[in-house]
């Protein structure tokens, strides 16, 4: 007997639906991304489809889309126009395996680190870049700047700018797009509001016979199978170093994007990814790519955002949207070429409108200035450089933040206990931000011969930490006064112990009060 589950069927409907929505909206763009990089459309349209279809079966995250980028293609460009498109497929392939063992190595996991303000900023960021990237559909072919003139490569000023007739009319059908893909889903979700703004508008234009600007306007599609060869570059260590700097760079902009794009798509399906995973599937993904004459990809927060958008939550979404594209590559070539690009203006437009987080204008006020600052400037970065600049520095700057936040908090409270020794009680942590105000608040001079520290409230974190107290040790032996180091945490006695003869203390106590034997000195 065969079980018909209807909630699979439709889950299958929806996937399938939305992968053909998401194949529409990147054919152009890796159209683009290919002339960004310098190579021919097939090779971006390629590595759409395999990186897409490869991640999808075994990366880890469901319903999140991967092809082509931008900000994989301007890091290409220089490599391209340097040594030829050859090195670039060695390049991808070194960049698949780089990103293989991040994987193994479960490096995937330090994507954690990466505080909420810098990922509303990365998200925001991005969503600026999607809209100032659209902005080049709005010049006039064969112009400087077309199809190339993104913020981030500085030519976007450079645009020659539709005018009268055409620009109304390009607007008109964008504005269309946005209003079927908004209302539309108040009517009916029988089949994704994207997909059926890209059919009506699409029909229109060929119905009335328009005069606007097709996908056939910007590259011929049309092309066979991706064949399997090796790059044809020298096996030797001339080669190695010429790609390696390019393959690092490649591996970690790649594998930046994919996990922050894989967290942002958790939160918005409130389910949970698997990082690790993630990594080992998009570097074999574009370890073959690499051998197939693609040029390599990682997650699209843009295109992902469709998908999700669009009911895609399942494998099969990405693994349609990569076998829609091989089929419009093969026998379909025509018909998609005669899609307007203002309906997909206005697909992108939609998810530049959901990507942003506009909370962040109301939030700005309400949270630390630090974390405002570190909003703005991810943003900001992310638009002017690209992803992995903007997360490095939104990184550090969290990181020194906290950590100057933190150099403030150490408090050390003196007083004499029944013994007659000075006992001084440190709360909070001793690290490089806080050990010179912690070594201030001593006085050898004027203490009394026993002397006790007490950590109940207290942690050494690091090395500079362990100088500290080797620095106050010293200070008090000169002093010919007796130092005593009581509840110590297992991680700092790890710590001293570890440092050996690097930190001398007359005596150390545990926190049962048992005086060790035998000092470290």
């Known amino acids: 007997m065969f079980e018909f589950h209807p909630s699979k069927v439709a889950t299958l409907k929806n996937d399938l639906l939305s992968g053909l929505t998401v194949a529409l909206a990147l ?42 980028t931008g900000a994989l293609a301007v890091v290409m460009v220089a490599l391209v126009a340097d040594h030829g498109v050859e090195y670039l497929f060695a390049t991808v392939v070194l960049m698949g395996i780089l990103q293989i063992f991040a ?11 990466v505080p909420h303000p810098v990922m509303l900023g990365f998200v925001n960021g991005l969503a600026i870049v999607i809209f100032l990237a659209q902005l080049s559909q709005f010049g006039v072919t064969g112009e400087p700047g077309w199809l190339t003139g993104t913020f981030m490569e500085g030519s976007i000023i450079d645009v020659a700018w539709l005018k009268g007739e055409q ?8 504005f269309l797009t946005m209003a079927i893909i908004h209302f539309l889903p108040r009517f009916t979700t029988v089949i994704p509001s994207s997909l059926a703004a890209i059919v009506v508008v699409s029909l ?15 590259a011929s599609i049309k092309g066979g199978l991706p064949s399997f060869h090796f790059p044809t570059v020298p096996f030797n260590l001339e080669t190695f170093w010429i790609i390696l700097p390019y393959s690092i760079i490649l591996a970690a902009i790649g594998l930046i994007e994919s996990l922050l794009t894989l967290r942002l798509v958790d939160e918005i399906t409130e389910s949970r990814g698997r990082g690790n995973r993630e990594c080992i599937g998009q570097g074999v993904a574009n370890t073959i790519t690499g051998f ?4 390599g990809g990682c997650a699209m927060i843009g295109q992902s955002m469709i998908n999700v958008n669009s009911g895609g939550r399942g494998r099969m979404s990405g693994i349609s949207a990569a076998l829609f594209l091989l089929l419009f590559i093969l026998v379909a070539s025509s018909l998609i070429e005669q899609i307007p690009l203002a309906a997909l203006i206005g697909v992108m437009f939609i998810v530049v409108i959901g990507t942003f987080e506009w909370s962040s204008f109301r939030i700005i006020g309400k949270v630390p200035r630090s974390d ?9 970065v992310t638009v002017a450089t690209d992803l992995a600049v903007a997360v490095v520095v939104g990184v550090i700057v969290s990181a020194i933040v906290f950590a100057w936040e933190h150099a403030k908090h150490i408090r050390i409270e003196a007083r004499e206990d029944h013994k007659g020794s000075t006992v001084y009680a440190v709360t909070g942590p001793l690290f490089f931000g806080s050990v010179t105000s912690f070594l201030e608040r001593f006085d050898p001079q004027q203490d009394n011969d026993e002397v006790v520290i007490d950590f109940a409230r207290s942690r050494v974190a690091d090395h500079s930490g362990l100088e500290a107290i080797d620095t106050l040790a010293e200070r008090y032996l000169n002093a ?15 710590l001293l112990r570890k440092a050996g003869n690097l930190v001398e203390v007359n005596v150390i106590e545990d926190p049962k009060y048992f005086v060790a034997e035998n000092s470290l000195g």
Do not use: Q, W
């Not at 197939?292 to 040029?295: A, S």
């Not at 405002?372 to 900001?380: G, Q, T």
């Open 27 to 68: 054919v152009p763009e890796a159209v683009a991304f290919a002339f960004v990089a310098g190579v021919g459309p097939l090779v971006g349209l390629y590595a759409a489809f395999m990186v897409g279809f490869i991640t999808a079966c075994i990366g880890g995250r469901p319903g999140m889309i991967s092809g082509a």
């Open 103 to 113: 994987g193994l190595l479960k490096l995937g996991k330090f994507i954690r680190m």
């Open 167 to 174: 620009l109304y009319l390009l607007l008109g059908l964008v």
């Open 204 to 218: 229109m234009v060929i119905g009335l016979d328009l005069d606007t600007r097709v996908v056939g306007d910007i």
């Open 292 to 295: 197939f004459g693609g040029m």
């Open 372 to 380: 405002s600052m570190v909003l703005i400037l991810v943003s900001a």
């Open 480 to 494: 010919n006064k007796k130092l005593h180091l009581v509840h110590l945490s297992d991680e700092c006695r790890k």
